[in-house]
């Protein structure tokens, strides 16, 4: 994982705001739909953090409470620009969606019964379908192909699609919380095994 230690100072918190200030504007869809632009603004563009960080952020973001963006943003900005670039990132990532919203509902009657707000909103779901797919993707090829990796992906994909299938209610925390005590019980087994293997050299 690479090292980049805080850079505390107008320059970095500046330029924090901005770039979670574009990410909160234009991000439609929260959440999982996010993860795409994160990705590239803070690894492929800035390079504020490499892809391996970027699967260990985006894990604890959505492992904790709160929005994955505001998580992320409050994560990226301390660990550059300490507690003053946490502060303006988790701002910068949460002014545009407050602002709007509370625009919106000044005259939230009016504002849904314009038609062609109806026609951009249907498009926009779309888009975000396919951002959240387009993340997944990116997220996947960047895993590493370990089989306790390939099995802890397959087998909530699998269990997803059938309980949405039968309609049973299932949330996503427990998927977090299954895979997170698998991945300590097989840590657990590997360490064993590895303790058992030094002992029994001579």
Known sequence: ???????????IILSLFLTFLKIGAFTFG???AMIALLENELVAKKGWIDREEFLNVAAIAESTPGPMAI????????RLGGFFGALASTLAVSLPSFVIIYLISLFFDRFLSLTYVGYAFRGIQAGVIYLIFSAAVKMLKTVEKKPLSVLLFLLPALALTVLTLFAVDFSSVYYILI??????????VRAAAKKAKKEEQP
């Open 1 to 11: 994982m690479k090292k980049q230690s805080k850079q505390p100072g107008g320059k």
């Open 30 to 32: 929260g959440g999982y």
């Open 71 to 78: 998580n992320s943003a409050t994560y990226v900005g301390y």
């Open 179 to 188: 895979c997170g005590a698998v991945g300590l019980m097989a840590q657990g």
